[in-house]
């Protein structure tokens, strides 16, 4: 059995991280389980999916490139012009930063059992079963009156914190941040919009330094195939977007629900037969 990830393998890694980034389904959670059943039996590792998540915030970036464009501009030109630091799209900057702290701090704090013992996939399996629930408790009893034009100081702080809570895979940085704002009383299309926005600065700061770390550092991946699923991420994270917005706006996140928890309840089968190992 080999010891390394080979580049068809990245690739297939690539894909998946692609498809379920922006699902509230935990993107790293996919990438933990799918590991022992690769050809190489080898888990990828925290700062492969670390990396290869500048993809799908890439995707994230050009998609909501107009509206990036429309909040950044306003919140510097805030900075000098006092007249319209009331604006909602300055506020929203602010709260994008706020909002970002918590998983930055707790990130470099708990670095050593992130890319350790909380991948567990014990751990992974009742995080996917027990935070769909909770999702699916949100989107029904959601009020879904809440705008982000309305969002408080409040109010992000707490989006910060739940989207903190995905650096334990199965948790699901899009659910958790969904989840909140379902429980606060945003609307379904708000939530996640927010989700996306909130994601940009801590995912793409936790892929440059996972990258600037594992420079000319021999990993289980190789940075040649770490780049290819970095790419095939982006390509295939964007066409989700697309389709993921149309659901939830429709369909709610029931689909979802049921999907993380017979997820998680597979894998504890698995893990119960010994057909995998949860470290």
Known sequence: ????VGWGEAAFLGLIQGLT????????AHL????PFLPSGTDAGAAFTAIVQIGTELAVLLYFRKD??????????ALFDPSIRKEPDVRLGWLVILGSIPIAVLGLLFQDAIETYLRNLYLTATMLILFGLVLGAADRMASQKHTLEQMTWRDGIIFGFAQAMALIPGVSRSGGTITAGLLMGYTREAAARYSFLLAIPAVL????YQLYKSWGVAGPVSHGATALAAAISFVVGYGVIVVFLRIVSSRGYW????????LGFGVLALLGLGYIAPV
């Open 1 to 4: 059995m080999s010891s390394s």
């Open 21 to 28: 980034e922006f699902l509230p389904i935990s993107s790293s």
């Open 32 to 35: 933990r389980i799918l590991g």
């Open 68 to 77: 990036i464009y429309r909040i950044a501009a306003t919140w510097i030109a």
């Open 205 to 208: 700061a936790s892929g440059f």
């Open 255 to 262: 689909p979802f629900v049921v999907y993380r928890v017979l």
